[in-house]
């Protein structure tokens, strides 16, 4: 991102033909894991939903998880497991404030995308058994996009 001199701001953001690459590959690590029940949404950089993606077996939760933590991902500018992990070594409880916030899901298996260095939009995967293996199909959708994002 940068800043004119008039303030007038130029910021990159995810367009929705990538999305849907990441959408896409992300639902088939899933599906090459033998993940029957799976959602995966991409974000903008601002959190705003560009693709969501269900797999036939998945639940409606699992459709706002995805999208809450891809939302949560790009907000933060980093990986929601990261954010969980501190908070599970602080005390295991999340700052109650976190809790009446729209939209935010601490839990991982969200991710940012970035080109370059700039925050371009994220990714959030559910459905997984485990966070850390909804990341690793996040990751994955990330992979399938990366060169068309240098």
Known sequence: MST????????HDLGVDLALAAAQAALAESRRRGY???????TNRAGHLLV???????????????????ATAASMN?????????????????????VYLNDILIV?????????DELVGAIGVAG???SVHAE???????????????
């Open 4 to 11: 004119a001199a008039s303030g007038v701001l130029t910021r």
């Open 36 to 42: 029957p029940r799976f959602a995966v949404a991409v």
């Open 52 to 70: 969501l993606l269900k797999s036939d077996d998945g639940g409606p939760h699992l459709v706002d998880s995805a999208r809450r933590k891809a």
């Open 78 to 98: 980093a990986r929601t497991s990261k954010a969980s992990k501190a908070i599970d070594e602080r005390s295991g409880e999340p700052d109650p404030h976190l």
């Open 108 to 116: 991982g298996g969200g991710v940012p995308i970035h080109a370059g």
């Open 128 to 130: 997984s058994p485990g």
């Open 136 to 150: 690793e199909c996040a990751d994955a959708g990330i992979a399938a996009i990366a060169e068309s994002l240098s």
